[in-house]
């Protein structure tokens, strides 16, 4: 597990230990762990289907499983493999990985877990409260921060506390506090363990957020979620809800839902591109984003609020 990311894995009663490698480590660095694992284990498992991840999955078990790509490399792969699934470009990231379980004779069991802190941060509200994410890792899955300005004002209208939580980079920070400058927000950027956002988000009303990691946490938790999809393919990166996807995302839509995901497109020709934005890369600007208006996303916030009544 990337060291990064590992502690999402934290209190799940079905990891024993978790094993952590730099996202970028040096070759001689894989190359020894690689030593150290050595047939250590009867079945290794990758569920990535990358050159190093696949390697690992190799050399750690006597038997072994992973997704590869259909290409001449991940037919190389497969070879090598005691079991393997074909990854495909329409199937759900999620759903493509319990075929894994199916090639082992394991039933598929599609709930996530989520991480939980054994107590919850200072800055969880004790009064209702929504949890916003308005910055994504990357620039062009950005929504513009109008949108986010404006929601806020829509949900303290409400009565709403709000939660507003981002990445520990210095640049995201400058970001989030144009965007929340003047707000009565409460800022949890850069403060929470990845145990302690689960919990924060299983304690919400409701999470908006745009296509990344966090979104994907907040619906793993079980509270309402709406966000804002642009150039990525729902069908591979929806969220996945807590209970499991029963349906498939489609391609395109205004607005989708799916269990206690609600999921806004602005459906322009382009939309979903496949790309990094409109100039092809990380910190491009996104058009459909950029000009998804406000309508389908107060719409979505007012539905998701509206299901927690109940019939």
């Not at 491009?284 to 109940?310: F, I, K, N, Q, T």
Request: hydrophobic share 45%; proline share 8%.
């Amino acid at each position: 597990m990337f060291a990064e990311t590992a502690a999402i894995l934290s209190g799940n009663p079905d990891i024993d230990a978790v094993i952590e490698v730099p996202s970028r480590a040096p070759a001689a660095k894989s190359l020894a762990l690689m030593r150290q694992l050595w047939r250590r284990y009867d079945l290794a498992i990758s569920t990535q289907p990358g050159d190093r991840p696949t390697a690992f999955a190799l050399t750690a078990g006597r038997q072994s499983a992973a997704v590869t790509d259909e290409n001449t490399n991940g037919r190389i792969k497969a070879t090598l493999l005691s079991w393997h699934v074909t990854s495909r470009a329409d199937m759900h990231r999620v759903a493509e990985t319990l075929q894994l379980a199916a090639a082992l004779g394991i039933a598929a069991v599609p709930e996530i877990v989520a991480p939980r802190a054994a107590v919850a941060s200072p800055l969880q509200p004790a009064a209702d409260y929504v949890v916003l994410h308005a910055a994504p890792f990357f620039r062009y899955k950005q929504w513009h921060s109008d949108g986010w300005r404006a929601l806020a004002a829509h949900l303290q209208e409400r009565r709403f506390r709000i939660v507003a939580t981002g990445g520990p980079t210095q640049s995201e920070r400058n970001y989030l506090d144009a965007v929340w400058d003047g707000i009565d927000v409460v800022r949890a950027d850069g403060q929470l363990t990845w145990p302690e956002l689960a919990t924060l988000l299983a304690g919400a009303r409701l999470y908006v957020g745009p296509d990344t990691s966090v979104t994907h946490l907040a619906a793993a938790a079980g509270c309402p979620v709406v966000t804002m999809y642009g150039p990525t393919d729902p069908r591979r990166w929806g969220p996945w809800p807590s209970t499991g996807l029963e349906k498939p995302w489609d391609t395109r839509g205004e607005l989708q839902r799916r269990g206690r995901v609600w999921l806004i497109q602005n459906p322009l020709p382009c939309m979903p591109c496949l790309k990094e934005g409109c100039l092809r890369h990380t910190e491009s600007h996104s058009l459909c984003l950029d000009y998804l208006p406000m309508a389908p996303v107060l719409r979505a916030v007012d539905e998701a609020l509206a299901s927690l009544r109940g019939p």
